[in-house]
Protein backbone atom coordinates (compact mmCIF):
# COMPACT_ATOMS: atom_id res chain seq x y z
CA UNK A 1 0.00 0.00 0.00
CA UNK A 2 2.63 2.26 1.01
CA UNK A 3 3.84 2.27 -2.83
CA UNK A 4 0.50 2.42 -4.34
CA UNK A 5 -0.11 5.77 -2.35
CA UNK A 6 3.33 6.94 -3.60
CA UNK A 7 2.99 6.40 -7.04
CA UNK A 8 -0.89 7.62 -6.75
CA UNK A 9 0.28 10.97 -5.13
CA UNK A 10 3.01 11.25 -7.89
CA UNK A 11 0.36 10.76 -10.24
CA UNK A 12 -1.60 13.36 -9.09
CA UNK A 13 0.73 16.08 -8.76
CA UNK A 14 0.57 18.30 -11.55
CA UNK A 15 -3.56 17.79 -10.91
CA UNK A 16 -2.69 18.98 -7.26
CA UNK A 17 -0.64 21.65 -8.64
CA UNK A 18 -3.62 23.31 -10.71
CA UNK A 19 -5.64 22.85 -7.56
CA UNK A 20 -3.21 25.33 -5.59
CA UNK A 21 -2.37 27.90 -8.38
CA UNK A 22 -5.94 28.63 -9.05
CA UNK A 23 -7.07 29.02 -4.81
CA UNK A 24 -3.77 31.15 -5.00
CA UNK A 25 -4.99 33.12 -7.82
CA UNK A 26 -8.44 33.84 -6.34
CA UNK A 27 -7.77 34.09 -2.46
CA UNK A 28 -10.66 34.76 -0.15
CA UNK A 29 -10.98 36.59 3.59
CA UNK A 30 -11.64 34.56 6.54
CA UNK A 31 -15.29 34.16 6.25
CA UNK A 32 -16.14 35.10 2.80
CA UNK A 33 -14.58 32.17 1.08
CA UNK A 34 -17.84 31.23 -1.06
CA UNK A 35 -15.54 30.90 -4.22
CA UNK A 36 -13.12 28.82 -2.60
CA UNK A 37 -15.95 26.49 -1.14
CA UNK A 38 -17.68 26.13 -4.25
CA UNK A 39 -14.56 25.39 -6.38
CA UNK A 40 -13.46 22.70 -3.97
CA UNK A 41 -17.50 21.18 -3.81
CA UNK A 42 -17.07 21.01 -7.56
CA UNK A 43 -14.01 18.78 -7.62
CA UNK A 44 -14.93 16.82 -5.03
CA UNK A 45 -18.63 15.82 -6.22
CA UNK A 46 -16.87 15.43 -10.09
CA UNK A 47 -15.59 12.40 -8.35
CA UNK A 48 -18.43 11.34 -6.94
CA UNK A 49 -17.70 11.99 -3.45
CA UNK A 50 -20.77 12.93 -1.11
CA UNK A 51 -20.51 16.82 -0.02
CA UNK A 52 -22.16 19.15 2.53
CA UNK A 53 -21.77 22.89 1.85
CA UNK A 54 -22.46 25.85 4.16
CA UNK A 55 -21.29 24.63 7.05
CA UNK A 56 -20.23 26.81 9.48
CA UNK A 57 -21.75 29.10 6.42
CA UNK A 58 -18.60 28.87 4.09
CA UNK A 59 -17.11 25.66 5.25
CA UNK A 60 -18.01 22.26 3.42
CA UNK A 61 -17.31 18.58 4.30
CA UNK A 62 -17.26 15.15 2.15
CA UNK A 63 -16.96 11.51 3.46
CA UNK A 64 -14.93 8.96 1.63
CA UNK A 65 -16.53 5.61 3.15
CA UNK A 66 -14.46 2.53 2.93
CA UNK A 67 -15.83 -1.03 3.07
CA UNK A 68 -16.77 -0.97 6.81
CA UNK A 69 -17.82 2.47 6.82
CA UNK A 70 -18.68 2.36 10.84
CA UNK A 71 -15.53 0.52 12.33
CA UNK A 72 -13.86 3.95 12.64
CA UNK A 73 -13.59 7.76 11.19
CA UNK A 74 -11.27 10.15 10.86
CA UNK A 75 -11.68 13.79 10.23
CA UNK A 76 -8.93 15.46 8.09
CA UNK A 77 -9.21 19.29 8.29
CA UNK A 78 -7.81 21.98 5.73
CA UNK A 79 -8.15 25.92 6.04
CA UNK A 80 -9.34 27.86 2.88
CA UNK A 81 -9.12 31.60 4.00
CA UNK A 82 -6.41 34.02 2.97
CA UNK A 83 -4.77 37.25 4.56
CA UNK A 84 -5.35 41.55 4.24
CA UNK A 85 -1.58 41.35 2.51
CA UNK A 86 -0.64 42.74 -1.14
CA UNK A 87 1.30 39.84 -2.95
CA UNK A 88 4.67 40.90 -3.66
CA UNK A 89 5.72 37.52 -6.01
CA UNK A 90 5.58 37.77 -9.71
CA UNK A 91 4.56 34.47 -10.57
CA UNK A 92 1.94 33.27 -13.37
CA UNK A 93 -0.76 32.62 -10.13
CA UNK A 94 -0.31 35.81 -8.49
CA UNK A 95 -3.02 36.82 -6.44
CA UNK A 96 -5.43 38.79 -9.15
CA UNK A 97 -7.23 40.23 -5.94
CA UNK A 98 -5.89 43.80 -4.32
CA UNK A 99 -4.94 43.38 -1.05
CA UNK A 100 -5.61 39.67 -0.56
CA UNK A 101 -2.82 36.96 -0.70
CA UNK A 102 -2.92 33.37 0.12
CA UNK A 103 0.34 34.70 2.60
CA UNK A 104 -0.26 31.59 5.10
CA UNK A 105 -0.21 28.55 2.87
CA UNK A 106 -3.93 27.38 2.75
CA UNK A 107 -3.91 27.11 -0.73
CA UNK A 108 -1.49 24.65 -0.06
CA UNK A 109 -3.52 23.01 2.66
CA UNK A 110 -6.83 22.85 0.51
CA UNK A 111 -4.78 21.43 -2.67
CA UNK A 112 -3.19 18.89 -0.34
CA UNK A 113 -6.66 17.21 0.98
CA UNK A 114 -7.84 17.16 -2.49
CA UNK A 115 -4.81 15.20 -3.59
CA UNK A 116 -5.71 13.00 -0.30
CA UNK A 117 -9.03 12.69 -0.77
CA UNK A 118 -8.73 11.77 -4.79
CA UNK A 119 -5.91 8.93 -3.26
CA UNK A 120 -8.06 7.84 -0.86
CA UNK A 121 -11.82 7.75 -2.78
CA UNK A 122 -9.18 5.42 -5.57
CA UNK A 123 -8.45 3.34 -2.81
CA UNK A 124 -11.92 3.47 -0.96
CA UNK A 125 -12.14 -0.67 -1.44
CA UNK A 126 -9.09 -1.11 0.67
CA UNK A 127 -10.03 1.42 3.74
CA UNK A 128 -11.42 0.33 6.85
CA UNK A 129 -14.16 2.85 8.09
CA UNK A 130 -14.79 6.41 7.32
CA UNK A 131 -12.71 9.67 6.37
CA UNK A 132 -14.49 12.88 7.14
CA UNK A 133 -13.22 16.07 5.29
CA UNK A 134 -13.05 19.18 6.78
CA UNK A 135 -12.79 22.11 4.36
CA UNK A 136 -12.89 24.78 7.04
CA UNK A 137 -13.26 28.54 6.82
CA UNK A 138 -11.89 31.77 8.95
CA UNK A 139 -8.88 30.44 10.44
CA UNK A 140 -7.50 33.69 10.75
CA UNK A 141 -9.64 35.71 12.22
CA UNK A 142 -11.53 35.39 15.65
CA UNK A 143 -13.25 33.35 17.14
CA UNK A 144 -11.95 30.70 14.41
CA UNK A 145 -13.67 28.67 11.93
CA UNK A 146 -12.56 25.72 13.74
CA UNK A 147 -14.77 26.61 16.72
CA UNK A 148 -17.58 27.83 14.27
CA UNK A 149 -17.31 24.21 12.42
CA UNK A 150 -17.52 22.43 16.02
CA UNK A 151 -20.85 24.45 16.91
CA UNK A 152 -22.83 23.75 13.78
CA UNK A 153 -22.44 20.10 14.34
CA UNK A 154 -18.86 18.85 12.09
CA UNK A 155 -17.98 16.66 15.16
CA UNK A 156 -21.38 14.70 14.65
CA UNK A 157 -22.80 12.58 12.01
CA UNK A 158 -19.96 10.56 11.86
CA UNK A 159 -18.15 11.60 14.88
CA UNK A 160 -14.72 11.40 14.08
CA UNK A 161 -12.23 9.29 16.48
CA UNK A 162 -9.52 11.84 15.25
CA UNK A 163 -8.76 14.38 13.45
CA UNK A 164 -5.49 15.53 11.41
CA UNK A 165 -3.78 18.92 9.88
CA UNK A 166 -0.90 19.85 8.17
CA UNK A 167 0.11 23.47 8.08
CA UNK A 168 3.48 24.82 5.53
CA UNK A 169 6.68 25.53 7.55
CA UNK A 170 8.94 27.69 5.13
CA UNK A 171 11.74 26.74 8.32
CA UNK A 172 11.45 23.17 7.16
CA UNK A 173 13.22 22.52 3.55
CA UNK A 174 10.91 20.61 0.95
CA UNK A 175 10.88 16.99 1.40
CA UNK A 176 10.56 17.06 5.31
CA UNK A 177 7.86 17.47 7.77
CA UNK A 178 7.77 17.87 11.71
CA UNK A 179 5.88 16.66 14.51
CA UNK A 180 5.18 17.14 18.05
CA UNK A 181 3.83 15.31 21.02
CA UNK A 182 1.70 17.21 23.29
CA UNK A 183 1.88 20.99 23.85
CA UNK A 184 3.00 22.25 20.49
CA UNK A 185 1.46 25.98 20.04
CA UNK A 186 -0.14 28.43 21.87
CA UNK A 187 -3.08 30.55 23.11
CA UNK A 188 -3.47 33.89 21.71
CA UNK A 189 -5.34 36.27 23.59
CA UNK A 190 -5.96 39.95 22.62
CA UNK A 191 -5.29 42.62 25.50
CA UNK A 192 -6.72 46.38 24.81
CA UNK A 193 -6.20 48.98 27.46
CA UNK A 194 -7.89 52.03 27.78
CA UNK A 195 -6.62 54.49 30.14
CA UNK A 196 -9.16 57.71 31.01
CA UNK A 197 -8.19 60.80 32.98
CA UNK A 198 -8.78 64.57 33.09
CA UNK A 199 -6.67 65.83 30.60
CA UNK A 200 -5.08 68.96 29.58
CA UNK A 201 -2.39 71.68 29.29
CA UNK A 202 0.64 70.13 29.79
CA UNK A 203 2.12 72.95 31.67
CA UNK A 204 -0.59 72.68 34.07
CA UNK A 205 0.58 69.01 35.35
CA UNK A 206 -1.21 69.89 38.64
CA UNK A 207 -4.66 70.73 37.43
CA UNK A 208 -4.55 67.25 35.07
CA UNK A 209 -4.17 63.29 35.08
CA UNK A 210 -1.46 62.32 33.11
CA UNK A 211 -2.55 59.55 30.82
CA UNK A 212 0.40 59.15 28.84
CA UNK A 213 2.58 58.75 32.36
CA UNK A 214 -0.32 55.93 33.57
CA UNK A 215 -0.26 54.45 30.30
CA UNK A 216 3.71 54.02 30.30
CA UNK A 217 3.58 52.69 34.55
CA UNK A 218 0.95 49.84 33.42
CA UNK A 219 2.93 48.72 30.49
CA UNK A 220 6.06 48.52 32.40
CA UNK A 221 3.95 47.15 35.57
CA UNK A 222 2.67 44.21 33.09
CA UNK A 223 6.42 43.05 32.49
CA UNK A 224 5.89 41.54 35.67
CA UNK A 225 2.75 39.38 34.89
CA UNK A 226 5.35 36.56 33.41
CA UNK A 227 8.35 36.91 35.20
CA UNK A 228 7.00 37.12 39.15
CA UNK A 229 4.30 34.91 38.27
CA UNK A 230 4.72 32.33 35.42
CA UNK A 231 6.17 29.08 36.13
CA UNK A 232 9.68 29.74 34.62
CA UNK A 233 9.15 25.87 33.13
CA UNK A 234 5.90 27.60 31.22
CA UNK A 235 6.47 29.53 28.14
CA UNK A 236 4.60 32.68 27.99
CA UNK A 237 4.73 36.42 26.12
CA UNK A 238 2.80 39.83 27.04
CA UNK A 239 3.47 42.25 24.16
CA UNK A 240 2.51 45.30 23.69
CA UNK A 241 2.82 46.69 20.19
CA UNK A 242 0.05 49.82 20.24
CA UNK A 243 -0.17 52.81 21.62
CA UNK A 244 -2.44 55.45 21.34
CA UNK A 245 -2.22 58.72 22.64
CA UNK A 246 -4.04 61.54 20.72
CA UNK A 247 -2.31 64.30 22.22
CA UNK A 248 0.65 67.16 21.37
CA UNK A 249 3.89 68.68 22.31
CA UNK A 250 1.92 70.34 25.32
CA UNK A 251 -1.40 68.46 25.59
CA UNK A 252 -2.29 65.54 27.69
CA UNK A 253 -5.13 63.83 26.13
CA UNK A 254 -8.18 62.54 28.04
CA UNK A 255 -7.48 58.67 27.36
CA UNK A 256 -5.03 56.75 25.85
CA UNK A 257 -5.44 52.77 24.52
CA UNK A 258 -2.99 50.28 24.63
CA UNK A 259 -3.04 46.88 22.78
CA UNK A 260 -0.87 43.82 22.85
CA UNK A 261 -1.01 40.29 22.62
CA UNK A 262 -1.39 37.43 25.49
CA UNK A 263 0.24 33.81 24.58
CA UNK A 264 0.41 30.77 26.51
CA UNK A 265 1.31 27.41 26.71
CA UNK A 266 -1.21 26.21 29.43
CA UNK A 267 -4.97 27.06 30.46
CA UNK A 268 -4.68 27.26 33.96
CA UNK A 269 -1.83 29.73 33.33
CA UNK A 270 -3.88 31.53 30.88
CA UNK A 271 -6.78 31.77 32.94
CA UNK A 272 -4.59 33.30 35.73
CA UNK A 273 -2.73 35.94 33.19
CA UNK A 274 -5.89 37.26 32.40
CA UNK A 275 -6.78 37.71 36.09
CA UNK A 276 -3.29 39.63 37.08
CA UNK A 277 -3.44 41.73 33.65
CA UNK A 278 -6.78 42.89 34.72
CA UNK A 279 -5.76 43.74 38.39
CA UNK A 280 -2.78 45.25 37.84
CA UNK A 281 -3.70 47.80 34.99
CA UNK A 282 -7.07 48.80 37.01
CA UNK A 283 -4.95 49.08 40.25
CA UNK A 284 -1.89 51.19 38.57
CA UNK A 285 -4.79 53.26 37.08
CA UNK A 286 -6.47 53.84 40.31
CA UNK A 287 -3.16 54.54 42.42
CA UNK A 288 -2.48 57.13 40.11
CA UNK A 289 -5.32 59.37 39.74
CA UNK A 290 -6.84 57.53 36.47
CA UNK A 291 -9.10 54.66 35.23
CA UNK A 292 -7.94 51.22 33.30
CA UNK A 293 -11.12 49.82 31.55
CA UNK A 294 -9.44 46.20 30.26
CA UNK A 295 -11.03 44.14 27.72
CA UNK A 296 -9.24 41.17 26.77
CA UNK A 297 -10.32 39.49 23.29
CA UNK A 298 -9.65 35.49 24.11
CA UNK A 299 -8.50 33.78 21.14
CA UNK A 300 -7.57 30.46 20.17
CA UNK A 301 -6.76 27.74 23.48
CA UNK A 302 -3.51 25.69 23.37
CA UNK A 303 -2.78 23.27 20.69
CA UNK A 304 -2.04 19.83 22.20
CA UNK A 305 -0.99 17.28 19.95
CA UNK A 306 -2.13 13.59 21.58
CA UNK A 307 1.03 11.84 22.39
CA UNK A 308 -0.21 8.48 20.84
CA UNK A 309 -1.27 9.09 17.88
CA UNK A 310 1.13 11.78 16.95
CA UNK A 311 3.95 8.96 17.84
CA UNK A 312 2.54 6.80 15.81
CA UNK A 313 1.97 9.16 12.89
CA UNK A 314 5.48 10.24 13.40
CA UNK A 315 6.43 6.45 12.68
CA UNK A 316 3.95 5.65 9.58
CA UNK A 317 5.72 9.36 8.36
CA UNK A 318 9.47 7.48 8.70
CA UNK A 319 8.14 4.91 6.72
CA UNK A 320 7.14 7.21 3.86
CA UNK A 321 9.90 9.62 3.68
CA UNK A 322 12.78 7.79 5.86
CA UNK A 323 13.22 8.61 9.27
CA UNK A 324 16.24 11.22 8.24
CA UNK A 325 13.32 12.96 6.83
CA UNK A 326 11.30 13.33 9.79
CA UNK A 327 12.31 16.36 12.34
CA UNK A 328 10.90 16.84 16.00
CA UNK A 329 9.26 20.26 16.21
CA UNK A 330 10.16 23.13 19.30
CA UNK A 331 7.40 24.41 20.96
CA UNK A 332 5.66 27.30 19.21
CA UNK A 333 4.08 30.65 20.62
CA UNK A 334 1.91 31.21 17.11
CA UNK A 335 -1.29 30.00 17.60
CA UNK A 336 -3.92 28.16 14.94
CA UNK A 337 -7.44 27.63 15.60
CA UNK A 338 -7.05 23.85 14.95
CA UNK A 339 -6.29 24.17 18.93
CA UNK A 340 -9.73 23.41 19.14
CA UNK A 341 -10.36 19.98 17.74
CA UNK A 342 -7.72 19.31 19.85
CA UNK A 343 -9.19 19.48 22.63
CA UNK A 344 -12.25 17.95 21.56
CA UNK A 345 -10.50 14.60 20.00
CA UNK A 346 -7.25 13.14 20.00
CA UNK A 347 -5.27 14.94 17.29
CA UNK A 348 -2.48 15.09 15.11
CA UNK A 349 -0.85 18.51 13.55
CA UNK A 350 2.19 18.55 12.17
CA UNK A 351 4.30 20.46 9.78
CA UNK A 352 5.39 20.19 5.58
CA UNK A 353 8.65 21.49 4.61
CA UNK A 354 7.88 23.83 1.81
CA UNK A 355 11.00 25.92 2.25
CA UNK A 356 13.77 25.67 -0.90
CA UNK A 357 17.02 28.21 -0.21
CA UNK A 358 18.28 27.35 -3.41
CA UNK A 359 15.51 28.60 -5.69
CA UNK A 360 15.11 31.63 -3.27
CA UNK A 361 12.09 30.40 -1.24
CA UNK A 362 12.65 31.61 2.55
CA UNK A 363 10.15 34.06 2.77
CA UNK A 364 8.27 32.80 6.31
CA UNK A 365 4.08 32.99 6.02
CA UNK A 366 2.20 36.43 6.63
CA UNK A 367 4.69 38.30 4.67
CA UNK A 368 4.02 39.43 0.96
CA UNK A 369 6.60 37.16 -0.64
CA UNK A 370 5.95 33.65 1.06
CA UNK A 371 5.88 30.79 -1.62
CA UNK A 372 6.34 27.46 -1.61
CA UNK A 373 8.34 24.91 -3.15
CA UNK A 374 5.40 23.24 -5.24
CA UNK A 375 6.77 19.74 -4.95
CA UNK A 376 5.99 20.14 -1.50
CA UNK A 377 2.49 18.76 -2.56
CA UNK A 378 3.13 15.11 -3.64
CA UNK A 379 3.90 15.21 -0.20
CA UNK A 380 1.35 17.28 1.33
CA UNK A 381 -1.47 15.26 -0.74
CA UNK A 382 0.49 11.72 -0.26
CA UNK A 383 1.62 11.95 3.43
CA UNK A 384 -1.78 12.60 4.97
CA UNK A 385 -3.47 9.98 2.22
CA UNK A 386 -1.12 7.56 4.15
CA UNK A 387 -1.16 8.39 7.48
CA UNK A 388 -4.85 8.19 7.36
CA UNK A 389 -4.75 4.96 5.57
CA UNK A 390 -3.25 3.62 8.98
CA UNK A 391 -5.00 5.64 11.12
CA UNK A 392 -8.18 3.74 10.06
CA UNK A 393 -6.31 0.45 10.27
CA UNK A 394 -4.02 0.77 13.33
Known sequence: MLDKIKGLAKDYLEEVRTYRRHIHANPELSYEEYETMEYVAGILSSWGIPITKGVATTGLTALIEGKNPTSKVIGLRADMDALPIQEANDVPYKSTKEGIMHACGHDVHTASLLGAAKILWNLKEELEGTVKLVFQPGEEKNP????LMIKDGVLENPTPEKMMAQHVMPLIEVGK???REGMYMA???????????KGGHAAVPELLT????????????????ISRNCNPKLPSVLSFGK???????????????VAGTFRAL??????????????????????????????????????????????????????YLGKENVESLPLWMGAEDFAYFTHEKPSCFYRLGVGNPSKGITSYVHTPTFNIDENALEIGAGLMAWLTYNALTD
Open 144 to 147: GGAS
Open 210 to 225: DTVLVASHIIVAMQQV
Open 266 to 319: DEEWRSKGHELITRIAEHTALAMGAICEVHIDKGYPCLVNDPTFTASSRQRAEE
Open 187 to 197: SADEVYLTIKG
Open 177 to 179: VGF
Open 243 to 257: VEAAGATNIIPNEVK
